[in-house]
């Protein structure tokens, strides 16, 4: 069974850092492409990021380039996504996402919540 | 940045009708390979969304054949046929024609 378990949200102050872990299990981690997406409360969805399989690639939204950072470990089943200079308006549920080889995503973490205020 | 746009539903849809949720988009979808690059989703109340469509007309995995994708480049259509409980929820539509990728604001279900 594929699951994508997120962690390491919270409550942190304007300005500060956070790290937002997702660890993959039941497929072959190292095949596909994964993203992050988040949705603010009663909002909708946001594309973040993506990087590719082999991390030669990676992407991002122009609301959060130069500030979020996507990486991955292909040895640990691991994607993180590291979040700098947060904002009262990145406050969201972060959701990593597997995508299915160019057809869209097809599987979908719970989400962890980031809440960003002083 | 391709922006999508979702038409609302008359609320609620009687239990057993059909449902047909609109989008469009400010830019053709198709790609020269002949794919549409459209996508469907569903999020159930307090789940994460869940993947029905995509390239506009092929269903997810395992996912009901009341669930149908039609469309032009522009405008896309899904349809729900005799609708359910479990179908309660918002339909968003995605473009994965280009980055960034965008989604429509989501479009409520609610069942009578």
């Known amino acids: 069974e594929v699951q994508l378990v997120e962690s390491g949200g919270g409550l942190v102050q304007p300005g500060s850092s956070l790290k937002v872990s997702c660890v993959a299990s039941g497929f072959t981690f190292s095949s596909y492409a994964m993203h992050w997406f988040r949705q603010a409360p009663e909002n909708g969805i946001d594309w973040l990021a993506y990087i590719t399989a082999d991390s030669s690639s990676t992407h991002y939204a122009e609301t959060v380039k130069g500030r979020f950072t996507i990486s991955r470990d292909n040895a640990k089943n691991t994607v993180d996504m590291q979040l700098s200079s947060l904002r009262s308006e990145d406050t969201a549920l972060y959701f990593c996402?597997?995508?299915?080889?160019?057809?869209?995503?097809?599987?979908w973490g719970q989400g962890v919540m980031v809440t960003v205020s002083s | 940045d391709i922006v999508m746009t979702q038409g609302a539903l008359p609320t609620p849809v009687p239990s057993g009708e059909s449902a047909s949720i609109t989008c469009q988009s400010s830019?053709?979808?198709?790609?020269?390979?002949?794919?549409?690059?459209l996508n469907w989703y569903l999020q159930r109340p307090g789940q994460s969304p869940q993947f029905l469509i995509y390239?506009?007309?092929t269903r997810a995995s395992g996912v009901s054949d009341r669930f149908s994708g039609s469309g032009s480049g522009t405008d896309f259509t899904l349809k729900i046929s005799s609708v359910e409980a479990e179908d309660v929820g918002v339909y968003y539509c995605q473009q994965f024609l280009e980055y960034p990728l965008t989604f429509g604001s989501g479009t409520k279900l609610e069942i009578k």
């Open positions: 996402v597997r995508e299915s080889g160019g057809r869209g995503f097809d599987y």
């Open positions: 830019k053709s979808l198709l790609h020269s390979n002949g794919k549409t690059y």
């Open positions: 390239w506009m007309s």
